[in-house]
């Protein structure tokens, strides 16, 4: 009996200091392979012959020289670029506006607070849809206020391909933008009442409470904002394929849609291989000073 | 696991179907992307027809334009090592693919029903690897048609243009009388059908150097630009929303009089007769400028599978999509022409006895041509270059002299 009964004991205590590995194992070794692993055979695909089958044979940087000569993808990375800083900037900017306007207790807050955030709600395949009807000059904005009377309206960004990533940047804009506006009410919203009633007390007012005071206190939203928006624009796939398809002819195309359409339709994985590693690469490039920098602070 | 399960399954059928009869048939399984209304009953009809001969015939469907999923579908079942016995593949991809040794030849059955003899030439190359057929075509698409409104045509006075110059002159006569001349769908491969029927007016020989020998000076040179030329005068004859549009919107567009003019493959046609419009009355269809014919045509190569059921049921579905009746009921339903130059056209409607009549012609005078925008002539990764540089030139204000010169680097650096 003593002894099952310290054999039970030894079992709990092994139980207690393993079961917590155990139950994370499976998880972890799932996320190790299809991750990491894949992480890893993409890298190795983009160094190899790859065509319309992987192919093992090691080729060197061919890849990537033939990826770097192609017009298209410095089309593609031009568009990240463009789309990148104009959306993030665009959202944080009317998403900070709308939430200091929220944020002087006007009445239906919560009617209006649905409305700003309801466009979250939709995925970005509805939001470039809907955005694509209303761009088009022969059914949308153009069409409409022309029939109005004013024939020389002209709004056709959508099919003019200098302009149309900017119709990109304009959905994407209107789609996140409502959702960095809860990020920010909540932000300012945790701010101390107390500061507050100091500040107004010294005589500060609106624009001196909201720039020295209240921002520099939300200042971790910013970096939570910049984090999401800046990989919503990255892997931004779905809203250029819905609203413009890589059009017109490729303007739109960003390195996401670049690399399905050689992977997928162009039957080039090797290059399609080195497009992905470029991108990982690209966000490696903004998150891990990121992380660096995030990562250390809780040290204090 | 898949593999594991399907092995068995096919275990099971032949089994079940040993004592019966040995192999009536045979089993099949046909991967395709026919899933639209008219396609899905044109492949309804092979599969009864498979089925009628006793042979089980298992259907893998995948819905997703231009087969791009059923592509990526096909590369996990190769790779897994359980291909399906057919699969609807076409032009340069057989060569893919049977370089890759995945294919299976049939070419005993070719052997036995005289293949060689009722297929055009060069469409019979196409489904040749290394002197074996191991695809069989089902249709002809002819790509370089015009389809026109002639009642939008007879408001202006104008008659179906025979040259491009004609045709410039008929669609600024249409312009200046508020009509868009050209409609037209801004999508890469659109922008492309519209460029090589241009290629092809220049003469068969120039289009197969640029466009199937990718010849560097062809691609180059002064032809070239001049094709290009056209191109940017085609551009100013569509309308404002063009970018983006899918094809059979371009289509009803002509149907509706707000558009004299489309240039497509004839599979627009389905759209008109599906409308229930006449050809010859309601709208008709003219071969774009020049002597020659592109085609684009449909097949099912056979890939390497194992078990007596299987290659049995292969060769039975390569005898049927080559059997005369069955190219006709298909092409019925599909809008194309078979691809059996033999078959008789009683049942089909005035543009389909065109397309026979002129593909005839072309196959004598050697203007008989393999699509390029179609995957018929080149391998996707040229035919992606190709389609890079024509929607840019035709989406920009490029030159045409840059153009032919980025053309020919695109197509180096691809090759």
Known sequence: ?300 | MLSVRSLMAAVAVTALMLPASSYAGGTVEVLHWWTSGGEAKAVGTLKEAFEKKGGTWIDSPIAGGGGDAAMTALRARVMAGNPPAAVQLKGPGIQEWADQGSLNDVEDVAKAENWDSVLPPSLASIMKYKDKYVAAPVNIHRVDWMWVNPAVLAKVGAEVPTTWEEFNAVADKLKAAGITPLAHGGQPWQDATVFETIVLSQGADFYRKALVELDQDALSGETMVKVFDQLRKLRGYVDPGFSGRDWNLATAMVMNGEAAFQIMGDWAKGEFLAAGKVPGKDFLCAPTPGNGYIFNADSFAFFKVSGEDQIEGQKVLASLIMSPEFQETFNLAKGSIPARTDVSLDKFDSCALKSHEDLTASVKNNAFVPSMAHEMAIPRTVRGEFLDVVTNFFNSDMSSADAAKALADAVKRAQ
Not at chain 1, 59 to 86: D, H, M
Not at chain 1, 139 to 162: A, R, S, Y
Not at chain 1, 265 to 270: H, I, T, V
Not at chain 1, 272 to 283: E, F, G, K, N, Q
Request: one cysteine or more; aromatic letters at 14%.
């Open chain 1, 1 to 300: 009996m003593a002894g099952s009964k310290t054999g039970r004991v030894v079992f709990d205590r092994f139980l207690e200091r393993w079961l917590p590995q155990i139950v994370v194992s499976p998880l972890f070794a799932t996320s190790l392979l299809f991750v990491y692993g894949f992480i890893a055979w993409t890298v190795y695909i983009s160094f190899t012959k790859s065509g319309v089958m992987p192919n093992y044979t090691f080729s060197g940087l061919s890849q990537y020289i033939r990826l770097w000569t192609t017009p298209r993808w410095l089309v593609a990375l031009e568009n990240l670029f463009i789309f990148t800083s104009l959306f993030i900037i665009g959202c944080m900017v009317i998403g900070l506006l709308l939430a200091i306007l929220l944020d002087q207790r006007i009445r239906s807050e919560g009617v209006v607070r649905t409305v700003y955030l309801y466009p979250m709600a939709l995925s970005f395949i509805v939001t470039g849809t809907a955005w694509k009807w209303i761009l088009n000059p022969t059914l949308g904005i153009e069409k409409i206020i022309q029939g109005l009377g004013f024939e020389n309206f002209n709004f056709d960004w959508l099919v003019d391909p200098k302009m149309a990533i900017y119709t990109v940047v304009i959905a994407g804009i209107w789609q996140s933008s409502g959702y960095v506006m809860a990020l920010f009410l909540a932000g300012l919203r945790s701010v101390d009442d107390e500061i507050i009633k100091a500040a107004a007390i010294d005589g500060a007012g609106p624009v001196r409470t909201y720039g020295s005071i209240i921002l520099p206190i939300v200042r971790p939203v910013f970096f939570s904002a910049f984090v999401i928006l800046s990989h919503l624009a990255i892997k931004s796939f779905d809203l250029v394929m819905a609203l413009t398809g890589g059009g017109p002819g490729y303007a739109t195309d960003v390195p996401a849609t670049f690399m399905y359409s050689f992977a997928f339709q162009r039957s080039e994985l090797g290059t399609a291989a080195a497009s992905a590693v470029m991108m990982l690469v690209t966000i490696t490039a903004i998150y891990v000073p990121y992380l660096y920098s995030e990562l250390r602070r809780p040290a204090k």
